[in-house]
């Protein structure tokens, strides 16, 4: 039996944090995960996930950052687990290290040797109320958000929704819109995202094909033009890389889902 819970952040930290869920699995499970555009922090209440592509398992406090390939996790009898997903360029604020630093990586949150952030983890861990953590994740991220200046993070936090709606456009034109050099922008991009822009953009125009194939969408020349594709071989190539299926065996295997561009809460 698998039973996830969505929840959203109090207002303050709304344009922070998109939403919190909670999962719990009392079963074994595999499952094959793809570049989502948004990094997070995970907390395992029960033993952590299994990723064969690194050989490796997740930390019981994980911190998961921007990625572009797919992966697996699997967990051999269950899962417990509390995780905040925050916007692309949000997460710096809250943790003592550049989302750069974990690019590609998911690192254990215990590496940062920060040690309120490792109390934070345990309160959680330790904590059987899905609503008290919760609680107590907005609490700390709300506590932590009122130390830091926000003016970088409003310069790049105007690019994001360009790139959302049309991931093509130029690092020129976005710079211009941060009111920034474009050498400025592109440090500012990868400090604040974890990526440089036009490998965000990549990961955005993935996100993007998935949601219209989760709108039932199956006209592959249509989503290439929509995405911003050269045209349906690069579409495919494209789309295979970042989740090792074309888009017609994701749609025969699974229904697909676009974790940027839904959501939940």
């Not at 303050?12 to 595999?30: A, H, P, Q």
């Not at 209440?45 to 994980?62: A, C, D, G, V």
């Amino acid at each position: 039996m698998t039973d996830i819970k969505v929840f959203s952040p109090i207002p303050e930290l709304s344009n922070y944090v998109r939403y919190y869920w909670i999962l719990k699995c009392n079963e074994r499970f595999r499952i094959l995960t793809f570049p989502i555009g948004c990094p997070q922090i995970i907390f395992h209440r029960k033993n952590p996930l299994y990723i064969p592509e690194l050989n490796s398992h997740q930390s019981r406090f994980t911190i998961s950052g921007q990625v572009n390939f797919p992966a697996h996790i699997e967990a051999t009898d269950g899962a417990d687990m509390v995780v905040a997903v925050f916007y692309p360029h949000t997460i710096g604020y809250f943790i003592n290290t550049t989302p750069s630093a974990f690019y590609n990586l998911e690192i254990s949150g215990y590496e940062i040797g920060d040690k309120v952030l490792d109390t934070l983890a345990a309160r959680i861990m330790d904590n059987d109320s899905d609503v008290q953590c919760i609680t107590i994740l907005n609490n700390w991220l709300l506590s932590k958000l009122r130390q830091q200046p926000v003016v970088q993070e409003k310069r790049i936090g105007t690019a994001i929704p360009i790139i959302l709606s049309n991931p093509q456009t130029p690092v020129y034109d976005l710079a211009e819109q941060a009111c920034l050099s474009k050498k400025q922008f592109e440090r500012l991009f990868r400090e604040y995202v974890g990526m440089n822009p036009k490998e965000y953009a990549r990961v955005v125009r993935f996100q993007k094909s998935m949601w219209l194939l989760q709108q039932g969408s199956r006209d592959f020349t249509g989503i290439a033009c929509n995405c911003g594709y050269s045209d349906q071989s690069h579409f495919i190539r494209e789309f295979k890389s970042m989740s090792g299926l074309t888009p017609k065996q994701l749609t025969a295997t699974c229904q697909p889902y676009s974790d940027l561009f839904t959501h939940p809460a």
